[in-house]
């Protein structure tokens, strides 16, 4: 029956659920248990990783709780009944191999953004170097590949990415660590959402606080101590320091856990040894400590079980999304070197096409200029020709002056001799002019012929251009380029272009060819460039452009309904027995041999790749740590700064730890407890 349904007797109160990135609302039955609530919280988020999670508030004291999900909600005495309830859904529980347990994208995310959050407001403790490579994962899943052209200086410097502990103790701005990320953020170029994600997580579960759940207890001694539960056992630290347990009492050690008051008993398998009994300050703590440890035990035994049907559903669905998505991203990575490489061709191409459009111009020019030069010849012949002209009419009007004279000669001898001598005088003077107009005669003769050169030498620029522009169309047709577009609409059948020009040359593989127009005397050549241009593209490509459209593919994964099951918890915890669970499954091929056999190279590539980069990284960690190491001021550094130095020259870390804690007998670790 659905919870949004009213009855016509029932009642229902608001509730309001805040996860790491949403809010939901709803209406629920005063008699919905908890458990009723929980599951509509998972469905609706779709989580079906349910056992990691719980509902969490804070009860009227201040302390923390989880809902009790086998009991009504509203008969709770310790949740708050505002309106509406408010209730936190986070991780109850921790895993101990993020990428080996987490199967779901949504449980994967909701870890992320919590022990992101915890790293932030201190809560874990996280070395300054591991911050800054931590943050650089955070920005990688949130803003996706690095992009030097769009990437903004002073972007990341508004985000919360490092704890205030980390930057307050460098003298160093905001700008200065953001430059820091950023140098980490552009090496993990290619990487998803989910994969930055893992990352992310992958490094946190190495810290030494990271899924510890820290209480206040003491010993038979009264000596201030802290209990640790964690998803492989109980961990006693020191007042001062809980990074590095003094002692750890694995879950497969431990038989029963009972308290009483603020008395806290733990019954362990060696019946030889005696009882491990501490102390805590409240009682309300004690039963938060055994509801952890019940349900941090019984994950621990389930881990050490074969899967249900549930899971191994799961994991064969996430293991088909991963080999489908690294196809998918195989695939994507070659088209997207093919388009570059196309990218480049068109960018060659182009420059070409562009020099060859340089040079039409610079022949342009030219012969403009030749044409000028021809014109300015053409005007000096005429002027030469009206010169010769005008010389020639002077010669005839001396030639009809020395014929007047001639008839004025009969007269009178002396008029005669007069006139001879003067005729003598006009025909020396004659004479001058014939010769001086013979030579500009000459000379005109001579210009015309100049001009005449001057237009043969025009009509063999015109060829020449000609054959120099269908040289260069023949060359960038000829052009290798591995593109291949499709059919543009000029070549579409159908279509055709006119030239009306006598000179004609037909190309292979053309269905339009643009030639300038050419008359037969040679008058004038009128090219228009941009013609002259769109003709070269034309024929470098074939298409005025192209267009590639990825086409991926998207396959749907059925959702398969969760079976929900109440947490039965015993305080018996050496009771629990195996079950015998098939682990046979269906499923389908989503790949041929071919594409496995490749998928199985690029996995053994990434796996020697995740190598190298690991001692890279490690590298890259120790010198920035060095690099930062004169920029820190002493006088901020913490005591668990101190402690981490320590343990770190040391050449310890968080399971080196554990593995040296929880050496010797239970009773030697118990009685070591007692001295503290």
Same mark, same amino acid.
């Given at each position: 029956?659905?919870?949004f349904?009213?009855?016509?007797?029932?009642?229902v109160?608001?509730?309001?659920i805040?996860?790491?990135?949403?809010?939901l609302?709803?209406?629920?039955?005063?008699?919905?248990?908890?458990?009723?609530?929980?599951?509509?919280?998972? @469905?609706?988020i779709?989580?079906?990783?349910?056992? $990691? *999670?719980?509902?969490?508030y804070?009860? *009227?004291k201040?302390?923390?709780?989880?809902l009790k999900?086998?009991?009504?909600?509203?008969?709770?005495?310790?949740?708050?009944?505002?309106?509406?309830?408010?209730?936190?859904?986070?991780?109850?529980?921790?895993?101990?191999?993020?990428?080996?347990?987490?199967?779901?994208?949504?449980t994967?995310h909701?870890?992320?953004?919590?022990?992101?959050?915890s790293?932030?407001?201190?809560?874990?403790?996280?070395?300054p170097?591991?911050?800054?490579l931590?943050?650089?994962?955070?920005?990688?899943?949130?803003?996706?590949?690095?992009?030097?052209?769009?990437?903004?200086?002073?972007m990341?410097?508004?985000?919360?990415l490092?704890?205030?502990?980390?930057?307050?103790?460098?003298?160093?701005?905001?700008?200065?660590?953001?430059?820091?990320?950023k140098?980490?953020?552009?090496?993990h170029?290619?990487m998803?959402?989910?994969?930055?994600?893992?990352?992310?997580?992958?490094?946190?579960?190495?810290?030494?606080?990271?899924?510890v759940?820290?209480?206040?207890?003491?010993?038979?001694?009264?000596?201030?101590?802290w209990?640790?539960?964690?998803?492989?056992?109980l961990?006693?630290?020191?007042?001062e320091?809980k990074?590095?347990?003094? +002692?750890?009492?694995?879950?497969?050690?431990?038989r029963n856990?009972?308290?009483?008051?603020?008395?806290?008993? +733990?019954?362990?398998?060696?019946?030889?040894?005696?009882?491990?009994?501490?102390?805590?300050?409240?009682l309300?703590?004690?039963?938060?400590i055994?509801?952890? *440890?019940?349900?941090?035990?019984?994950?621990?035994?389930? @881990? @050490? #079980?074969?899967?249900?049907?549930?899971?191994?559903?799961?994991k064969?669905?996430?293991k088909?999304?991963?080999?489908?998505r690294?196809?998918?991203?195989?695939k994507?990575?070659?088209e997207?070197q093919?388009?570059?490489?196309v990218?480049r061709? #068109?960018?060659?191409?182009?420059?070409?096409?562009?020099? $060859?459009?340089?040079?039409?111009?610079?022949?342009?020019?030219?012969?403009?200029?030749?044409?000028?030069?021809?014109?300015?010849?053409?005007?000096?012949?005429?002027?030469?020709?009206q010169?010769?002209?005008?010389l020639?009419?002077?010669?005839?009007?001396?030639?009809s002056e020395?014929?007047?004279?001639?008839?004025?000669v009969?007269?009178?001898?002396?008029e005669?001799?007069?006139m001879?001598?003067?005729?003598?005088?006009?025909?020396?003077?004659?004479?001058?002019?014939?010769?001086e107009?013979?030579?500009?005669?000459?000379?005109?003769?001579?210009?015309r012929?100049e001009?005449?050169?001057?237009r043969?030498?025009e009509?063999?620029?015109?060829?020449?251009?000609?054959e120099?522009?269908?040289?260069?169309?023949?060359e960038?047709?000829?052009?290798?380029?591995?593109y291949?577009p499709?059919?543009?609409?000029?070549?579409?059948?159908?279509?055709?272009?006119?030239?009306?020009?006598?000179?004609?040359?037909?190309?292979?593989?053309?269905?339009?060819?643009?030639?300038?127009?050419?008359?037969?005397?040679?008058?004038?050549?009128?090219?228009?460039?941009?013609?002259?241009?769109?003709?070269?593209?034309?024929?470098?490509?074939?298409?005025?452009?192209?267009?590639?459209?990825?086409?991926l593919?998207?396959?749907?994964?059925?959702?398969?309904?969760?079976?929900?099951?109440?947490?039965? !918890?015993?305080?018996?915890?050496?009771?629990s027995?195996?079950?015998?669970?098939?682990?046979?499954?269906?499923? !389908?091929?989503?790949?041929?041999?071919?594409?496995?056999?490749?998928l199985?190279?690029e996995?053994?590539?990434?796996?020697f790749?995740?190598?190298?980069?690991?001692?890279?990284?490690?590298?890259?960690?120790q010198?920035?740590?060095?690099?930062?190491?004169?920029?820190?001021?002493?006088?901020?550094?913490?005591?668990?700064d101190?402690?981490?130095?320590?343990?770190?020259?040391?050449?310890?870390?968080?399971?080196s730890?554990?593995?040296?804690?929880?050496?010797?007998?239970?009773?030697?670790r118990?009685?070591?407890?007692?001295?503290?």
């Amino acid at each position: 029956m659905s919870l949004f349904r009213r009855k016509k007797s029932g009642k229902v109160f608001p509730v309001k659920i805040s996860t790491m990135d949403a809010e939901l609302e709803f209406s629920l039955d005063y008699k919905a248990t908890g458990q009723e609530l929980f599951d509509l919280v998972c @469905r609706t988020i779709g989580l079906r990783e349910a056992w $990691y *999670c719980g509902l969490q508030y804070q009860d *009227c004291k201040g302390y923390i709780a989880w809902l009790k999900l086998d009991k009504k909600v509203m008969e709770q005495p310790d949740v708050p009944k505002a309106d509406p309830m408010h209730l936190l859904f986070l991780a109850k529980f921790y895993p101990e191999d993020v990428s080996e347990e987490l199967v779901q994208e949504v449980t994967q995310h909701l870890f992320f953004l919590q022990v992101k959050q915890s790293i932030l407001n201190m809560d874990i403790y996280c070395p300054p170097e591991a911050s800054v490579l931590l943050a650089s994962y955070a920005v990688q899943a949130k803003y996706g590949d690095y992009d030097e052209s769009t990437y903004q200086p002073g972007m990341l410097a508004s985000e919360e990415l490092l704890p205030q502990r980390v930057i307050d103790q460098y003298k160093m701005t905001r700008e200065m660590w953001e430059e820091r990320i950023k140098d980490w953020y552009a090496d993990h170029r290619g990487m998803s959402r989910d994969e930055a994600e893992m990352e992310y997580l992958k490094i946190a579960q190495d810290l030494d606080m990271c899924g510890v759940n820290y209480f206040q207890i003491f010993n038979a001694k009264e000596s201030d101590l802290w209990l640790g539960v964690t998803n492989l056992g109980l961990n006693i630290y020191e007042n001062e320091n809980k990074l590095a347990p003094k +002692i750890q009492f694995p879950w497969s050690e431990i038989r029963n856990i009972s308290f009483d008051d603020k008395k806290f008993i +733990i019954k362990t398998v060696d019946k030889s040894s005696n009882n491990f009994t501490f102390y805590s300050t409240k009682l309300r703590m004690n039963k938060l400590i055994l509801d952890l *440890c019940i349900g941090n035990h019984d994950l621990f035994m389930r @881990r @050490r #079980k074969p899967d249900t049907m549930e899971v191994q559903q799961m994991k064969a669905q996430a293991k088909e999304e991963k080999l489908r998505r690294q196809i998918e991203r195989s695939k994507l990575a070659r088209e997207k070197q093919l388009r570059e490489e196309v990218e480049r061709d #068109k960018a060659a191409l182009e420059y070409r096409v562009g020099q $060859y459009q340089e040079e039409v111009r610079l022949a342009k020019e030219a012969l403009q200029r030749s044409e000028e030069s021809a014109e300015l010849l053409a005007e000096k012949a005429m002027v030469a020709e009206q010169e010769a002209m005008l010389l020639q009419q002077k010669a005839g009007e001396a030639e009809s002056e020395v014929q007047r004279v001639k008839m004025a000669v009969i007269k009178t001898e002396e008029e005669r001799h007069a006139m001879e001598r003067k005729a003598g005088d006009t025909e020396l003077m004659v004479h001058r002019m014939v010769e001086e107009a013979e030579r500009r005669q000459q000379e005109a003769e001579r210009l015309r012929t100049e001009v005449k050169q001057a237009r043969e030498a025009e009509k063999e620029a015109k060829n020449k251009l000609i054959e120099f522009l269908n040289i260069s169309v023949t060359e960038v047709k000829t052009s290798p380029t591995t593109y291949q577009p499709q059919q543009s609409a000029w070549q579409q059948p159908g279509y055709s272009a006119a030239v009306n020009s006598p000179y004609t040359p037909t190309m292979t593989n053309m269905n339009t060819q643009v030639v300038p127009d050419i008359s037969p005397d040679l008058a004038a050549l009128n090219l228009n460039m941009e013609d002259l241009t769109q003709s070269a593209y034309d024929l470098s490509t074939g298409v005025p452009g192209g267009v590639y459209m990825a086409q991926l593919s998207h396959f749907s994964v059925p959702n398969l309904s969760s079976n929900h099951h109440g947490y039965g !918890h015993r305080y018996d915890l050496s009771s629990s027995q195996s079950h015998d669970l098939s682990r046979d499954m269906l499923g !389908h091929n989503l790949m041929t041999g071919d594409d496995m056999e490749a998928l199985s190279l690029e996995i053994e590539r990434e796996k020697f790749e995740y190598l190298e980069k690991s001692k890279h990284l490690q590298d890259q960690l120790q010198t920035f740590k060095s690099e930062i190491d004169d920029l820190k001021l002493d006088e901020k550094v913490t005591e668990l700064d101190k402690i981490h130095s320590q343990q770190k020259n040391e050449g310890e870390n968080k399971y080196s730890t554990i593995q040296k804690v929880k050496r010797g007998s239970t009773t030697s670790r118990v009685a070591f407890f007692e001295e503290l």
